[in-house]
């Protein structure tokens, strides 16, 4: 199976050759202005530059750093410390370099700003509660947590925060961290996860709670570099470096404020920053509205088409073989379903050290997601072939072979191409999650409008992938119409 994926990948992957320098952006509003930074001033060299925007979270990044598939991003040192080098004693800077120089890769000297982990609430229900710092939670176990998922899974997030402050056995809420804010504003939950150049803390008036016990590290901001760039373009590494020192925590704040509260794009807020304090005049030119529905469109077709056509060469004779053998089709069909229960964003995320972020892994995902309506389809459709019509085949003296063509395959068209319409329409959904892991799609303005809480752009993409997917159902209608004899058409017609 891996080496199938491997090449339904390869093609893909060389598709999309890869851009001189990439710079990639984790998907919060700062990592995106941040990562745009990096690509302004690393273009001023003269490099071609390719920024992959909103690529996921920690893991996504290091990950795509370390196999070489990005160039440089901005990191935390609190998230090194505690998430990618958990258990190892590297409170020391140089302690932590020599650690990030084992596995080749560079660190700049702080940007400027501490972006924290906190704790917060509405100021009035904090003011009404009495609850100033952490700590005082304890005392109100009636209070709903939300927490963004990251967070709940870290080793720096809620599990040592729980042990930390004697909050085991909580209820907590998972949830994406930008919707967390909306949340907390509507009173669905009180207490959420904060970074604390937020700019949604000033906008929502929240109370940011005194971590009394010390718990979050230091999260200074560094340029993260591989080392192999300092040899392909030290013109670059030496641009990037140009950040150290020169945002400070409000400077941060600001920037943040600018995009996710004026919806100013990250690009120009980026620009406007180099511009003031780096004297780099970039030019921003932003895509049209119909030249970004092409292209996501295209994107989003192309993993459709390529996933669901590898489903159909693999789902069909699947589906075959579970019809000819007993045993086999009971294996085939346990197989198939239990790929179906596994959640589509864990598909997504599992191919990444195989095929690395981006189209590969997205279309070896769809393709497995793709398989279980294909193969029972098929098996269905043949399943369920008269017995008469076999024994007068046999009777015709028509070998097996000529019988599964000539006979079963035709009878069952109607039944396999329903479960390839199904794969098609399903996949056309599903490959929205794409975006996640920096694949594109119609998924990419979704996930960006989550982020900005801006409907039009979440609408930018469910709209189109919703007329997609009706399309798509269309479009099988149409081949049925084509491919269907008239007489099965009509039979089928008729039971209906």
Aim: with cysteine.
């Amino acid at each position: 199976m891996r080496a199938l994926v491997l090449v339904l990948a390869a093609g893909a992957a060389g598709c999309a050759p890869r851009a001189e320098v990439v710079v990639g952006s984790k998907k919060f509003t700062e990592g995106v202005i941040l990562g745009e930074m990096l690509a302004q001033l690393a273009r001023e060299t003269g490099a071609t530059v390719h920024h992959r925007r909103e690529l996921g979270g920690t893991r996504v990044l290091w990950s795509a750093l370390v196999a070489g598939e990005i160039d440089a991003y901005v990191e935390y040192t609190g998230t090194l410390r505690q998430e990618i080098f958990a258990g190892r004693d590297l409170a020391a800077p140089a302690a932590l370099e020599a650690a990030l120089a084992a596995v080749g890769v560079r660190m700049s000297r702080p940007i400027g700003f501490d972006n924290t982990y906190a704790l917060g609430m509405r100021e009035e229900t904090a003011e009404a509660l009495g609850v100033r710092r952490i700590s005082d939670l304890a005392r109100h176990p009636e209070l709903r947590f939300g927490f963004g998922n990251e967070f709940l899974d870290r080793g720096d997030g809620w599990p040592s925060l729980a042990s930390s402050y004697g909050f085991e056995g909580r209820e907590v809420s998972g949830m994406d961290h930008d919707l967390a804010y909306r949340g907390l504003a509507a009173g669905d939950v009180e207490v959420m996860d904060l970074y604390a150049t937020d700019a949604e803390i000033a906008y929502y008036g929240l109370r940011v709670l005194e971590d009394d016990r010390g718990h979050f590290p230091s999260y200074a901001a560094v340029v993260l570099w591989r080392a192999d760039l300092e040899r392909r373009r030290p013109a670059v590494v030496a641009a990037l470096r140009r950040l150290e020192g020169r945002i400070d925590d409000a400077a941060m704040t600001r920037l943040n404020a600018r995009a996710k509260i004026e919806r100013e794009p990250e690009a120009r807020v980026a620009a406007g920053f180099l511009d003031a304090k780096l004297g780099v005049a970039s030019r921003v030119v932003l895509d049209s509205l119909a030249r970004r529905l092409a292209l996501r469109a295209r994107e989003h077709l192309f993993l459709v088409a390529v996933s669901l056509a590898a489903a159909v060469l693999v789902g069909v004779p699947l589906g075959i073989l579970a019809a000819l053998r007993e045993g086999a089709g009971r294996l085939t069909l346990g197989f198939v379903g239990v790929l179906q229960t596994i959640p589509s964003l864990v598909l997504f995320v599992l191919f990444i050290p195989y095929l690395g972020i981006g189209t590969g892994s997205a279309i070896a995902a769809l393709f497995l997601y793709s398989l279980l309506p294909i193969v029972r389809g098929t098996y269905s459709g043949l399943a369920g072939v008269p017995r008469e019509l076999r024994d007068s085949a046999t009777a015709l003296g028509l070998s097996r072979a000529a019988r599964l063509t000539l006979v079963e395959l035709p009878m069952a068209t109607r039944s396999i191409l329903s479960g390839i319409q199904t794969s098609a329409v399903i996949n056309v959904g599903t490959a929205t999650l794409g975006a996640l892991i920096g694949a594109g799609g119609f998924g990419q303005p979704i996930l960006t409008g989550i982020r900005l809480d801006d409907l039009g752009l979440v609408f930018e993409g469910a709209i189109p992938a919703a007329l997609l997917a009706v399309g798509v159902q269309g479009l099988f209608e149409v081949i049925e119409r084509w491919l269907l004899p008239r007489g099965l058409r009509l039979a089928g017609e008729a039971v209906g």
